[in-house]
T-cell receptor
Framework: KAGVTQTPRYLIKTRGQQVTLSCSPI?????VSWYQQTPGQGLQFLFE???????NKGNFPGRFSGRQFSNSRSEMNVSTLELGDSALYLC?????????????FGPGTRLLVL | EDQVTQSPEALRLQEGESSSLNCSYT??????LFWYRQDPGKGPEFLFT???AGEEKEKERLKATLTKKESFLHITAPKPEDSATYLC???????????FGPGTRLSVLP
């Protein structure tokens, strides 16, 4: 069974640009969550999508947005990039929503903003 | 506000030297506590989920335990391949978000 895949794996952008990251969940998984990981702040929750609807959102500015498609694939967009957006962006999928569901993480997309 | 702390921040062990990692949490009601292992440059890998105080789970050289305020990840006779950052996360009863701790960076020397 294939795991969570994320594309691209590495990305370099300059300040002010925008970026779109993609996540394909494990087959049959309908919930996708996004996280930002930095050395200073650790892993921080961005948002969760289920059935093409955002169900939860972390404490990030509106420059961070996402969406989910009918096949459960998800994209995350960051507009007007700032240097502080440099991070490893991780997505995780689970079969359903709810506390009993285990999240499985992808390898991440490493974004560098210059 | 939910808080998760982990100690120690870093730990160096000799191969075969057993030890424990700590995860302390503050939530109004715990729905689940999760342990992950993360290797450099990779996403976290799921290890265990614990739901109630007194619960224990084991996998190879790892054993996770849970009390009302903290969880321990016991590593018995570790090997160099156990070197990684170990993360714990909690999910509150009334919430859906996972709150992660800062992690413990474990190095096992041969």
């Amino acid at each position: 069974k294939a795991g969570v895949t994320q594309t691209p794996r590495y990305l370099i952008k300059t300040r002010g640009q925008q970026v779109t990251l993609s996540c394909s969940p494990i087959s049959g998984h309908r919930s996708v969550s996004w996280y930002q990981q930095t050395p200073g702040q650790g892993l921080q929750f961005l948002f969760e999508y289920f059935s093409e609807t955002q169900r939860n959102k972390g404490n990030f500015p509106g420059r961070f947005s996402g969406r989910q498609f009918s096949n459960s694939r998800s994209e995350m967009n960051v507009s007007t990039l700032e240097l502080g957006d440099s991070a490893l962006y991780l997505c995780a999928s689970s079969r359903q929503r709810g506390p009993q569901e285990t999240q499985y993480f992808g390898p991440g997309t490493r974004l560098l903003v210059l | 506000e939910d808080q998760v702390t982990q100690s120690p921040e870093a730990l160096r062990l000799q191969e075969g030297e057993s030890s424990s990692l700590n995860c302390s949490y503050t939530v109004s009601g715990l729905r689940g506590l999760f342990w992950y292992r993360q290797d450099p440059g990779k996403g976290p890998e799921f290890l265990f989920t614990l739901y109630s105080a007194g619960e224990e789970k084991e996998k190879e050289r790892l054993k996770a335990t849970l009390t009302k305020k903290e969880s321990f990840l016991h590593i018995t006779a570790p090997k160099p391949e156990d070197s990684a950052t170990y993360l714990c996360a909690v999910q509150e009863v009334n919430g859906q978000n996972f709150v992660f701790g800062p992690g413990t960076r474990l190095s096992v020397l041969p």
